[in-house]
């Protein structure tokens, strides 16, 4: 592919046989193994609807359209960009051997006859391959055309999607994703020869996804499901995945928008924008009684499990607004649906809200490479032609121009400013996770008996590129844990009614500044009651969301123990707001108080500590110990002990949380094997990783 330049230093002379390799690419055909063919299900039970539904109302998709001509717009935005190279009379320039993929070894990873191809397996294909062998090209041609010779300044990420199931334990549900390098990752003779319109995207967006990957199972019904987009051209208006519970006023965010590029590889066809369809767009009228009341949807009281199972497989229409709200949290533009052996282009036009998508493209045909290669080209250059318009609407203040600057002389990229010691990194996170309004002890048991009593949940997204118009009604399926409120069982749980009062339920507002673990998605917010008297009290908490039936299970057995712990009387576990459900049964939600901080926040991984907890004081390590200990003797053994599971709480003490892998009832064997690992994990002997008892 490359042959060694005889200088000796590692760099070689970019041969026209590796750009023609990519051009005449294509990978090879996949084929599922038949004893996955039967009543092979693309994704589970879980749908890709409850998060898509929080898309604000101004952002929310309207329509979908074809763009049959975007797979060739982009293969000549690659023809006209060789062009110009040629025409400039730049001979062949030296790249350095790590930049570049190794597109032959696609050959060899062809998987055994056995192995079922799923999301992760077509990630590798795409990330560690092709797209790989085409980054120094595309980093080139775009971001520095200048520079002496071919260097990364992007790099592809791969990202947990928890919120989808796996398709086997052992192979987690991924995405990726493409970024700028940041400038303090790229050579210093690259980056000087970066103009300023680069330069200023790589500081301010290199922590910014620049397209949407959505990646689907090599399953039948996901090349059905791409196929079917094209039913979707013929609605004028798209259906709503909006929740329709009534009796709130719907929330228009009347931010500024975001822009498209006025710069496109593609033409998009004119749209009938008649009064007619946006009309019935917009046509979503709360009910108004004047006492606050709401209304549950109807299908969630009337329609049966097997109709909801029926209504959790997935649509055209789920999944274009699965790709839409991930492209608009994202802010990007170029969508890519793959699903082995076929894919779909899709372009996010935010002025009208809608998404064109190309015809159904088939990766296994000659040529694709080259396609690819402008794909990747367009993302980068949507981004740095949104950028700039961006910029000239909007011109970088004085101030933020001191803190770029400053950031350039010291190296580090951003706005974080200098580095900052432990004791400063400390008193940030201890700021940003305390109520900066605490409330009195009395107000503090009258919010727990409010919330405690109340049947309904209303939640809602706030931030992350969401900001829902409507929220969500979810069901208590848990009563309340804390020292302020009665044993469980003296409060009978009810089931959905036609209508509820103000008094009957409260409110939820999540930040979209999440992390993913095993179980689910777990969200930080505002959880506030309103009082008859007027008043209205909050706290702040974070809530654990699942979607998908084994992560589910996971979260009510995960409240199971905290009810069996807080039947005995166990100190230093969080307080528990209580169990819901949504009224569709997409999600199961645990609310609880939130940390300050983790053991790791506070302890971060360094070369010297190796991961390990080097620094515990030891009041935290005698009450970590009671606290197992205790755990223990009321049968329950974590079995996920380390340093993120171990945090400091609003009153600065040590708490353990996250049970939705603890065991009940263990033997003694299982208690000892915990006991030594978390005595080792606190004197800094381990690290930590892992579970404490092996799966």
């Known amino acids: 592919m490359t042959e060694e330049s005889p200088n000796g230093d590692g760099a070689f002379d970019l041969l026209p046989g590796l750009r023609d390799k990519i051009f005449s690419f294509s990978f090879p055909v996949l084929a599922q193994p038949l004893k996955f063919q039967k009543d092979r299900r693309l994704i589970g039970p ?58 032959q070894s696609l050959v060899d990873m062809v998987p055994p006859p056995d192995q079922e191809i799923t999301p992760y397996f077509t990630i590798k294909r795409l990330r560690q391959s092709l797209s790989a062998s085409c980054l120094p090209f595309v980093s080139h041609w775009i971001l520095h055309p200048r520079a002496p010779r071919y260097e990364l300044a992007l790099s592809f990420n791969r990202k947990q999607m928890s919120e989808l199931p796996p398709c086997r334990p052992d192979d987690p549900r991924e995405d990726f994703t493409m970024r700028f390098l940041p400038p303090g990752g790229i050579q210093s003779d690259i980056l000087s020869s970066i103009d300023d319109l680069v330069r200023g995207t790589l500081e301010e967006w290199h922590d910014r996804d620049l397209g949407t990957w959505i990646l689907l199972p090599l399953a039948p019904d996901s090349e059905q499901l791409l196929r079917s987009l094209d039913q979707l051209f013929t609605l004028s208006v798209l259906p709503s995945p909006i929740s329709s519970i009534a009796g709130l006023p719907i929330i228009v965010d009347d931010k500024p928008p975001f822009y498209d590029a ?5 033409t998009l066809p004119a749209l009938d924008s008649s009064p007619g369809s946006k009309e019935s767009f917009c046509a979503v009228t709360p009910a108004s009684n004047g006492h606050g009341a709401i209304y549950p949807p109807a299908l ?51 002025g009208t809200r809608t998404l064109y998508l190309s015809d159904i493209i088939d990766v296994t045909k000659p040529g694709y490479g080259k396609l690819h290669l402008g794909i990747l080209m367009a993302v980068v250059d949507d981004a740095l ?15 933020t121009k001191r803190i770029l600057k400053r950031a350039r002389k010291t190296e580090i990229v951003g706005n974080s400013g200098l580095r900052r010691s432990k004791r400063q990194r400390m008193n940030t996170l201890l700021s940003k ?55 469980p069982e003296e409060l009978p749980l009810h089931g959905l009614k036609d209508s509820y009062q103000p008094n009957e339920y409260f409110t939820l507002t999540l930040d979209w500044d999440n992390s993913n673990g095993l179980t689910g998605q777990v969200f930080t917010g ?58 569709d049964d997409l999600v199961t939600m645990i609310v609880m108080e939130r940390a300050a901080c983790t053991f790791r926040q506070r302890e971060p991984i360094t070369k010297e500590n190796k991961g390990g907890l080097r620094e515990v004081p030891p009041s935290d390590k005698l009450t970590i110990m009671e606290v197992v200990e205790a755990m223990h003797k009321a049968g329950v053994v974590h079995d996920d002990l380390r340093p993120d599971n171990l945090v400091l709480a609003q009153d600065g003490k040590p708490m353990v949380i996250d049970f939705d892998r603890s065991t009940l009832h263990p033997t003694d064997d299982l208690k000892d094997i915990e006991r030594r690992h978390i005595e080792n994990l606190l004197s800094g002997k381990t690290n930590g990783a892992g579970r404490t008892i092996l799966w």
């Not at 975007?70 to 930049?99: F, W, Y």
């Not at 699903?339 to 372009?347: A, Q, S, T, V, W």
């Not at 032609?385 to 101030?399: C, F, G």
């Not at 939640?459 to 020292?483: A, H, V």
């Open 46 to 103: 879980s749908p890709f609807t409850f998060f898509d539904r929080h898309v604000n109302e101004s952002q929310r998709l309207k329509r979908v359209a074809p763009l049959s001509t975007l797979a060739d717009d982009l293969i000549r935005k690659v023809d006209d960009r060789l062009a110009e190279l040629e025409g400039s009379g730049d001979g062949p320039l030296p790249v350095r051997s790590h930049t570049v993929g190794k597109v």
């Open 300 to 350: 969630s009281k009337d329609f049966s499990r097997s109709k909801f199972e029926e209504m959790k497989e997935p649509t055209a229409e789920a999944l274009v607004h699965h790709a839409w709200r991930l492209a608009v949290q994202q802010d990007t533009t170029i969508i890519v649906v793959n699903c082995g052996n076929y894919e779909r282009i899709g372009i996010r036009h935010r």
């Open 262 to 266: 006025d710069i496109t590889p593609w």
């Open 433 to 487: 996770s305390q109520d900066h309004h605490p409330l009195s002890k009395q107000d503090t048991q009258t919010l727990w008996r409010e919330v405690n009593q109340r049947s309904i949940l209303l939640l809602q997204f706030s931030g992350g590129g969401l900001n829902s118009s409507r929220p969500t009604g979810c069901l208590r399926k848990g009563r309340s844990l804390s020292p302020f409120t009665p044993a």
């Open 526 to 583: 505002q959880l506030q009651v309103s009082l008859p008297s007027g008043r209205a009290l909050s706290r702040s908490v974070v809530a654990k969301i699942a979607t998908y039936a084994e992560a589910r299970e996971r979260v009510r057995h995960e409240y199971r123990v905290y009810q069996h712990l807080w039947a005995h009387n166990i100190k230093r576990i969080p307080e528990i707001y209580g169990l819901f459900e949504d009224m």
């Open 385 to 399: 032609n949104r950028y700039r318009v961006y910029r000239e609407k909007h011109p970088v203040s004085l101030a």
